[in-house]
Nanobody, 123 residues
Framework: VQLQASGGGLVQAGGSLRLSCAASGRTFSWYVMGWFRQAPGKERDFMAA????????YYADSVKGRFTISRDNAKNTGYLRMNSLKPEDTATYYCAARTYSGGNFYMPPYDYWGQGTEVTVSS
């Protein structure tokens, strides 16, 4: 499956953005979808994941209550709604997908990655 993330940009602290992840090539609904981010000079961190059918979600503590992951399998698209953004949320955001074969659906490894979209939060 090929993934393309979009929707990043410049936003003031306290603002909101919605990222999108468009999938193509294979049946999107087969895959767990996740969002990760990488700030300059730092490692890539997990943000959120959603099960193939969209019933279950999982969040990193740092974004729980502020970010919402969702998906529309009919449109082959996943989303990450980000509210109450902080300067420390500034990073390149990546969507990713993995096949699910049991256990905790959000666990790595993720097999497919999009190209990233940049989010900058000004103070």
């Amino acid at each position: 499956v090929q993934l393309q993330a979009s929707g990043g940009g410049l936003v003031q602290a306290g603002g909101s953005l919605r990222l999108s992840c468009a999938a193509s090539g294979r049946t999107f609904s087969w895959y767990v979808m996740g969002w990760f981010r990488q700030a300059p000079g730092k490692e890539r961190d997990f943000m959120a994941a959603i099960s193939p059918g969209g019933v279950s979600t999982y969040y990193a503590d740092s974004v729980k209550g502020r970010f919402t992951i969702s998906r529309d399998n009919a449109k082959n698209t996943g989303y990450l709604r980000m509210n109450s953004l902080k300067p420390e949320d500034t990073a390149t955001y990546y969507c990713a997908a993995r096949t699910y074969s049991g256990g905790n659906f959000y666990m790595p490894p993720y097999d497919y990655w999009g190209q990233g979209t940049e989010v900058t939060v000004s103070s």
